[in-house]
């Protein structure tokens, strides 16, 4: 048992610094934050093995590690809801972990990857854009106040964040489509057990 905590502590630092590493492979960097990268890959990766918990609290670690590489907020709350709940709510993929268990012991992993993998990921995609959504309605408030008072702040965070958070969450299902069924191979689910699932 102890054995298998440590494992899972090394699996979640690992998957932190590897999201960390992935966030400076960027296709775009937006002008206000957030970038479109492979960064949610492994806390999906991870969330699908090990289970929500140990997906929520790596998404959580690595908004922290994320905000300590590239600092930036209007507003204290902005803060949260940009990097450790944003990111953590990334770990929601979890979710479908028992989806993704059963799919690889009937070895049916490449098919899984789109019928299990890739709803996981929009679920977790989805939960993180609500969080940035929140918080861009909060940096629009306070960053433009009534600058322009015919845009709606909501729909303004709509706008910004899907044009992130929509490419990641496509680049990241495609990386997955090559990453999940190699890693299956070299270490299937199945000799790993899931935490909070």
């Known amino acids: 048992m102890r054995n298998e905590r440590t494992?899972?502590?090394?699996?979640?630092?690992?998957?932190?610094?590897?999201?960390?590493?992935?966030?400076?492979?960027?296709?775009?960097?937006?002008?206000?934050?957030?970038?479109?990268?492979?960064?949610?890959?492994?806390?999906?990766?991870?969330?699908?093995?090990?289970?929500?918990?140990?997906?929520?609290?790596?998404?959580a670690l690595f908004?922290?590690?994320?905000?300590?590489?590239?600092?930036y907020f209007v507003h204290w709350i902005q803060f949260l809801l940009d990097y450790p709940?944003?990111?953590?709510?990334?770990?929601?993929?979890?979710?479908?972990?028992?989806a993704w268990?059963?799919?690889v012991a009937e070895r049916r992993t490449a098919r899984a990857v789109w019928t299990v993998a890739m709803p996981a990921m929009i679920v977790g995609?989805?939960?993180?854009f609500a969080s940035h959504w929140l918080s861009g309605v909060v940096f629009f408030k306070a960053?433009?106040?009534?600058?322009?008072?015919?845009?709606?702040?909501?729909?303004?965070?709509?706008?910004?964040n899907a044009t992130y958070v929509l490419p990641s969450l496509v680049a990241c299902v495609i990386a997955a489509a090559i990453v999940l069924p190699a890693l299956e191979r070299a270490m299937p689910s199945t000799t790993v057990a899931m935490v909070g699932a």
């Not at 899972?8 to 479109?36: C, D, F, H, K, N």
């Not at 960053?143 to 910004?160: D, N, T």
């Open 7 to 59: 494992r899972i502590l090394v699996e979640i630092a690992l998957t932190v610094a590897l999201s960390a590493v992935l966030s400076y492979t960027r296709l775009l960097q937006m002008p206000y934050g957030g970038t479109i990268s492979l960064a949610m890959l492994p806390i999906f990766v991870l969330a699908l093995r090990r289970g929500v918990v140990a997906g929520v609290i790596a998404g």
């Open 63 to 71: 908004g922290v590690v994320d905000y300590f590489l590239e600092p």
């Open 101 to 103: 268990h059963k799919a």
């Open 125 to 128: 995609s989805a939960a993180r």
């Open 143 to 160: 960053s433009l106040g009534q600058e322009y008072p015919g845009v709606s702040y909501a729909i303004g965070s709509v706008i910004y």
């Open 85 to 98: 709940v944003a990111h953590a709510l990334a770990g929601l993929a979890g979710l479908f972990s028992p």
